[in-house]
């Protein structure tokens, strides 16, 4: 378990519920993992991956970090990008990759497709947030397809790498 002070901070002031954080802390604990979205849970990533990425879409979240990058990403919840081209910042592989991000939660929102779709050139293991929204499913399905395992709003994805 990470030092409880970290792990309690997660779970008071992010968006996953403390199952959720427990089950993904146990499995990418000493692991690389690419993250979509900084947040309040944040530390408690990088406190227990041996190298994380985090990747933010919103200025106002985002940390002026060497382990953080600011992206302008296209697309809205609810329509489709056709131009999907993994950025060049985010070249590198992962043993795991967290979408928690962008927001995504209104039509008018910056929706998750193009990470989602990253996510199959990143790792081999892709856990997506929010899974119980309809968008969420709708782009796991074209590019992942059925999840492994669906825990709360959790779905978790085993990707061979494109």
Same mark, same amino acid.
């Given at each position: 378990?990470?030092?409880? *002070?970290?792990?309690?901070?997660?779970?008071?002031?992010?968006?996953?519920?403390?199952?959720?954080?427990?089950?993904?802390?146990?499995?990418?604990?000493?692991?690389?993992?690419?993250?979509?979205?900084?947040?309040?849970?944040?530390?408690?990533?990088?406190?227990?991956?041996?190298?994380?990425?985090?990747?933010?879409?919103?200025?106002?979240?985002?940390?002026?970090?060497?382990?953080?990058?600011?992206?302008?990403?296209?697309?809205?919840?609810?329509?489709?990008?056709?131009?999907?081209?993994?950025?060049?910042?985010?070249?590198?592989?992962?043993?795991?990759?967290?979408?928690?991000?962008?927001?995504?939660?209104?039509?008018?929102?910056?929706?998750?497709?193009?990470?989602?779709?990253?996510?199959?050139?990143?790792?081999?293991?892709?856990?997506?947030?929010?899974?119980?929204?309809?968008?969420?499913?709708?782009?796991?399905?074209?590019?992942?397809?059925?999840?492994?395992?669906?825990?709360?709003?959790?779905?978790?994805?085993?990707? *061979?790498?494109?």
């Amino acid at each position: 378990m990470p030092h409880k *002070n970290t792990f309690d901070r997660a779970v008071l002031g992010g968006l996953m519920s403390e199952g959720e954080y427990e089950l993904v802390a146990e499995r990418v604990r000493g692991s690389s993992m690419i993250v979509f979205g900084l947040g309040n849970d944040s530390d408690l990533w990088r406190e227990i991956c041996s190298s994380v990425l985090f990747v933010e879409t919103d200025p106002k979240w985002f940390q002026e970090s060497e382990d953080s990058v600011l992206l302008e990403i296209d697309g809205k919840v609810d329509q489709w990008v056709d131009e999907v081209c993994v950025h060049e910042g985010i070249a590198a592989k992962f043993d795991y990759c967290l979408i928690d991000g962008p927001k995504g939660d209104s039509p008018e929102a910056t929706g998750r497709q193009l990470p989602i779709y990253w996510s199959t050139f990143l790792a081999p293991i892709i856990l997506v947030h929010d899974f119980d929204r309809a968008w969420e499913r709708e782009c796991c399905s074209r590019y992942l397809g059925e999840p492994d395992e669906v825990f709360d709003r959790l779905a978790i994805f085993s990707n *061979n790498l494109r």
